[in-house]
């Protein structure tokens, strides 16, 4: 490689000096705008270091002449925000929850506040739609194990579906069967809820075993029954599945979902805004209460 600097002709620009192969480099001097852009890019840059937070030192970065923090940016922020939400907040929580519906203005904050809330903490498994997939209930459908008025979807929410560290959780246990009835029998038990649920035909085995071991539960027509938390089988929701491979596995093992209990981890008023969005979706049910006292039916309805 030579080192001998000259003058290009075509351009009149000096060379660097550099040749590899007959190949030379120009020595072509920057533009002036970018070199200008370069400058003010560095004195930016040393003027940012100087007064915001820029340095990583050992257990944290230089803070800066103006001591900014982010942290407690945010912090503000939030503290704004709360202070801002805390008379609705604690009119929400001073209104028992089936009396929300007598407060237009109080529900629609309450369901507001349950929609952002729900996005955070429910659709994991409810999906973004409350729509739910298979072990999880849909909640957009009038199907309800627990109930699905106001009170009853607080009262889920707070204490939980099979939670075994809380007296107050929901709480029903279904057999297994493989350890009460032969696979023949089960097999018939699976024709004949196929058959109440409009799926099958009539199966008088299956029918006299279903009276013999299911119907304290689930009633004699198969209707469920929310003291136990039992399932309506006939009106062809089902939770995880009605077809006969899936009704032939829930009656085989059985099934024990969990739903956590939200009142250990979240405050009672996102738990009663949680209520009111859900109970909003369209499955939920009138509350009796609020039902009268906007007249639509009589005491004897």
Known sequence: M?????IDAPTG???VGHEWDGIEELDTPLPRWWLMIFVACVVFAIGYVVVYPAIPMRHSATQGVIRWNSRA??????????????PINRAIAATPVEQLPQHPALLRAAVEGGRAAFKVHCVQCHGAGAAGSVGYPNLNDD????????????????????????????????????DILQPAEINQLVRH????????KPNAAGAALFAA???ACHGAEGKGGREFGAPNLTDGIWLYGGDEAALRTTITYARAGVMPRWN????PVTIRMLAAYVHSLGGGEANPAAVLAEGKVDGGA
């Not at 030579?2 to 000259?6: A, C, E, F, Q």
């Not at 250990?264 to 405050?267: G, K, S």
């Open 2 to 6: 030579k080192m001998t600097k000259r």
């Open 13 to 15: 620009t000096e060379t």
């Open 73 to 86: 940016d945010y912090q503000a922020q939030v503290a704004a925000d709360t202070a801002r939400r805390a």
């Open 143 to 178: 199907d309800w194990l627990w109930g699905g008025d106001l009170k009853s979807i607080e009262y889920t929410l707070i204490n939980g579906v099979r939670n075994p560290d809380h007296d107050a959780t929901r709480f029903s246990q279904m057999p297994a069967f493989a």
């Open 193 to 200: 809820v196929r058959n109440i649920s409009g799926q099958g």
């Open 213 to 215: 071991n299911c119907a």
């Open 264 to 267: 250990a981890r979240l405050d």
